[in-house]
């Protein structure tokens, strides 16, 4: 049996959406695992009850995300959003099958897919991963189809090295990189090359590489290490033509509207993501809030309007939404 895994916090109404998507597109042999870092009980339950074929599995850190979501509603007191349940992760991946899906809770199917069947062309074509969902328009600059369903978009002449000079390139030590770039053999856009080998939101793994690309992270997004531990992988498989796969379909959509805290996202405008959240989850809760509203869009601004109150700014919240997605626009990211 496959497992999908959910990375989920405080944001119970796209929670939902992500499950209520996975009923309707999803086929195959499979199983449910939420993997929850803080979503105040009452909206678990609520998925509980909704969803009770669906395994909820909560961080060693829950408590103390429970009361920081508490304490950010009473005093304004800012929640720690970098402090992520990395070893909660990391443990169920290890004891999931051998291919597993990884993705969060702001992520939504929209069309259909069979995972079993697409777990057993990574078998026997012997493809690493398989990224499901995308956010840039183009597939690969090197289109070619491994299967009826996946293309191959393993990078080509991407730079390599032994693991010490890979720690000196991905975090500059010894000014290795400032040289580079000094010398013009590298730029600003170098490193996002190495994304290829990596994803974070919609990615359909063989476990043993999703394990790789996240030892030794620690209890944080260390985007640096997880391309030096993709590129150790790809240097190591170098032989395999077929490591890294694209399914032809895009199948999966996200959201540049919202954020699961502040941390990642402070833009100086008068907008509190956190208490945001809150105020969807209620109106959520009380099923005035439905969470398959524009489907298969993301939620419509206008909509999210219906439940903000008197301390929501919405011009800032407007030009908050529109700075969110300028970040990934200058990606390449197709936001809209």
Excluded at 31 to 36: P, Q, R
Excluded at 208 to 227: F, T
Excluded at 238 to 244: D, V
Aim: a neutral charge.
């Amino acid at each position: 049996m496959i497992q999908i895994l959910i990375k989920s916090f405080n944001r119970a109404y796209y929670l939902d959406r992500c499950l209520q998507s996975i009923q309707k597109f999803v086929k195959g042999d499979y199983e449910i695992i939420v993997l929850d870092d803080g979503t105040p009980e009452k909206y678990l339950n609520k998925i509980r009850k909704k969803y009770p074929e669906v395994e909820i599995q909560l961080s060693s850190q829950y408590s103390r995300k429970i009361k920081a979501i508490q304490e950010n509603l009473e005093t304004g007191k800012e929640i720690n959003g970098f402090q992520i349940p990395t070893n909660l992760w990391y443990n169920a991946v290890k004891n999931a099958s051998d291919y597993v899906l990884v993705t969060e809770d702001d992520v939504w199917f929209t069309e259909e897919i069979n995972l079993s069947e697409l777990a057993n062309e990574m078998q026997e074509n012997t493809i690493h991963l398989v990224k499901i969902g995308r956010m840039k328009s183009n597939v690969s600059a090197d289109v070619q189809s491994i299967t009826s369903t996946i293309y191959l978009s393993t990078p080509k002449n991407l730079w390599t090295a032994p693991p010490f000079l890979m720690d000196w390139f991905m975090f500059n030590k010894f000014k290795f990189f400032s040289i580079l770039y000094r010398l013009k053999l590298v730029d600003n856009q170098t490193k996002r090359e190495y994304w290829q080998l990596n994803s974070i939101l919609m990615g359909f793994w063989r476990k043993d590489y999703w394990l790789y690309v996240w030892k030794d992270i620690g209890e944080k997004v260390d985007e640096e290490m997880q391309l030096k531990n993709a590129v150790l992988w790809y240097r190591k498989n170098k032989r395999n033509q077929n490591l890294i796969g694209t399914t032809k379909t895009n199948h999966l959509k996200t959201t540049f509207q919202s954020s699961a805290t502040n941390s990642y996202h402070q833009y100086g405008f008068n907008f509190d993501v956190n208490y945001f959240n809150y105020l969807m989850n209620e109106a959520w809760l009380k099923d005035e809030l439905d969470s398959f509203q524009n489907f298969p869009k993301d939620f419509s601004l206008s909509y999210f309007e219906q439940f903000l109150d008197e301390k929501v700014d919405k011009k800032a919240f407007h030009s908050w939404v529109e700075k969110f997605k300028e970040q990934y626009r200058k990606t390449g990211a197709e936001v809209d």
